[in-house]
């Protein structure tokens, strides 16, 4: 028809394409992390490399979705559920936890019982903020966010304090569970964690179908028929769940949320929020796995991983933060 | 029937609405006017819910809206708020498509696609529709939002300001529309509004608010006397007829011939009779 010819055609660019050449990456990446260098010891290597690449694709996959779904429900791209302070309540725990009871006591030194300890422990902060600042009535998530990054500042403190006042050797083993690491995590920690970030993402599941909607504001989403104060809730909880169990199975991660989330905004050209978590969380699994690859292999082990992404992460935040006039 | 019954509402030591009961009626285009921070947004909001009361309720053909569910609440009523910003970079299509969210969850369907069109053409859109909102003028992102609201296809649409940012021949356009649905499709539109001569021409009804009460609730002929104006806004305003159309004019000539004691009838310009 003549009409429809003079109807100028979509601008967007698929998004099939990017998220598949990410997936594509993401398995090359992690066939060569399982192969490289194995020469003959299969039986050895493998079993032991599949658990790091598991717990990296994990957290990868985890730390990728929690930050769009975060960043759709505040609007913001430069946030991460990282302002909450959830990855300086876990050094305290563990701060904590050493002071008090020693770093030869069962809590501390067996692995499983201190990664349910801490994630019980996130939870329930997460679930004490949400009780107190999204009860029904009001659904203030700034004043929430807030308060998070006050107590975040206070869990920073008291863990400075307490680890004034360790004895020096049991500083190393709190120093070495301040910085996220691959190494510890064994299969038996590994599978209740991904049958755990399953079950949360299986709980918010109902919720996620708003979140394009939410990401539009809150008028907007009212008057769309979104139940606002109860989508945010589930969804707010599903977050802080997500990354309770990721930090407390590898350590804190702060900065890759916030890359992974503007890569996979920059790599698709839309505003739907199902390609975007797809391709940020196969851009958590690209960044851990290349990341560690690099590391193993060029870098000899010179710098851990999380200074490497900490660093990528830290610049890319000060240029989101310079560039921020234009909206997103 | 949308009714407000008894709202009150305050911020801090401020009453912006006190013991508001407004009646909107279905089939008809109801304008809200008043004076900046009378309590017609605020108004609006409440009715919409999407600022709660502090007291007083809201119902819906007799039932409190806290009692509906969000979703069929959505379908029956849709609400454009005065600033509109979005902080996605979304098409003009794209905008629009969210209209049928309250129908399709996100996934359109045929029907919903025809909804998006018709609503695009209601708004003279197609031409622009896969243009980014940040690449529009004001008005033209302003006629977007008006479109996704048509697209909601909602019994009672409620508006605030949407005239802002258009222009004359686009005004009418949004006027006239909104006059099409409430006559050809019998829904019902209430819209705040600034223009008390649009106000007077297109509304069945006009309800003025003043300092948080109702002022004058009636036919919307009925408010264009200069009597009630001057009431309302606190300036003198003289009111003719031009072309059987009832203006007011109410800046500093007309009043000072109200002043002089002069006819309102002589303020009609000469020139057009």
Request: proline share 4%; aromatic share 8%; charged share 15%.
């Amino acid at each position: 028809m003549q009409a429809e010819a003079a109807v100028p055609a979509s601008v967007r660019r698929p998004v099939v394409l990017p998220i598949v050449g990410l997936a594509i990456a993401a398995a090359v990446l992690i066939a060569l992390f399982m192969v490289i260098n194995a020469a003959g010891l299969w039986g050895y290597v493998l079993p032991r490399r599949a658990v790091r690449v598991g717990a990296m694709a994990l957290s990868g996959i985890v730390i990728g979705v929690s930050t769009v779904i975060f960043q759709s429900i505040t609007a913001n791209r430069i946030l991460t559920p990282g302002v909450m302070g959830l990855d300086r309540l876990y050094v305290l725990i563990q701060s904590a936890l050493i002071y008090v009871l020693g770093s030869a006591h069962p809590w501390v030194s067996n692995l499983r019982t201190n990664f349910v300890l801490c994630t019980a422990a996130m939870a329930l902060f997460a679930v004490a903020l949400h009780r107190l600042f999204l009860d029904g009535k009001r659904t203030n998530i700034y004043v929430m966010l807030l308060i998070g990054v006050v107590a975040g500042t206070l869990f920073d403190s008291l863990a400075s304090f307490l680890v004034v006042l360790i004895d020096p050797n049991e500083f190393l083993i709190i120093q070495s569970r301040m910085f996220a690491s691959f190494n510890r995590v064994t299969v038996g920690l590994l599978w209740p964690a991904a049958l755990m970030s399953l079950a949360v993402l299986a709980w918010a599941a109902p919720a996620l179908r708003y979140l394009d909607v939410l990401a539009l504001g809150r008028d907007h989403a009212v008057s769309l028929g979104v139940d606002y104060p109860r989508a945010v809730r589930r969804l707010l909880i599903a977050v802080f769940l997500l990354v309770a169990v990721s930090t407390a199975l590898v350590g804190p991660i702060t900065f890759l949320g916030l890359i992974v989330a503007n890569l996979a905004y920059e790599l698709l050209d839309t505003y739907r929020r199902g390609p975007l978590m797809a391709a940020s969380a196969l851009g958590g699994v690209i960044a851990l796995v290349g990341g560690q690859l690099v590391l193993e292999h060029l870098l000899v082990f010179s710098v851990p991983l999380p200074v490497l992404i900490n660093f990528a992460g830290g610049m890319l935040f000060m240029y989101l933060l310079l560039k921020e006039r234009s909206a997103w | 029937m949308v009714e407000a019954h008894a709202i009150v509402k305050r911020y801090g030591p401020k009453t912006v609405l006190d013991q508001v009961s407004v009646a909107v009626q279905p089939g008809q285009l109801t304008s809200f006017i008043g004076p900046n921070g009378a309590g017609k947004s605020t108004l609006l909001s409440i009715m919409t819910r999407l600022v709660p009361a502090d007291s007083g309720e809201v119902r819906l053909d007799g039932r409190p809206l806290s009692r509906y569910d969000s979703r069929e609440l959505a379908r029956r009523i849709s609400v454009l708020r005065q600033f509109n910003h979005v902080p996605l970079r979304l098409t003009v299509r794209e905008l629009v498509s969210f209209g049928r969210f309250p129908y399709s969850q996100g996934r359109l369907t045929k029907a919903d696609e025809a909804a998006v069109e018709r609503a695009l053409a209601a708004m003279e859109l197609e031409d622009i529709q896969h243009k980014l909102l940040d690449q529009l003028s004001g008005g033209q992102r302003q006629r977007a939002f008006i479109a996704m609201v048509i697209a909601q296809e909602t019994d009672y649409v409620f508006l605030d300001e949407p005239l802002n940012n258009v222009d004359m021949k686009h005004t009418v356009q949004v006027m006239k529309l909104l006059r099409r649905l409430v006559e050809e499709e019998g829904r019902s539109v209430v819209v705040v509004m600034h223009d008390v001569n649009l106000a007077a021409y297109y509304s069945d009804r006009v309800v003025a608010l003043k300092e948080g009460c109702v002022a004058f609730d009636g036919p919307a002929r009925d408010v264009m006397e200069p009597a009630t104006l001057k009431d309302v806004f606190d300036i003198e305003v003289a009111v003719g007829e031009v072309h059987s159309c009832r203006v007011c004019v109410y800046f500093a000539e007309a009043a000072q011939l109200l002043a002089n004691g002069r006819a309102a009838q002589d303020v009609v310009v000469p020139g057009l009779r």
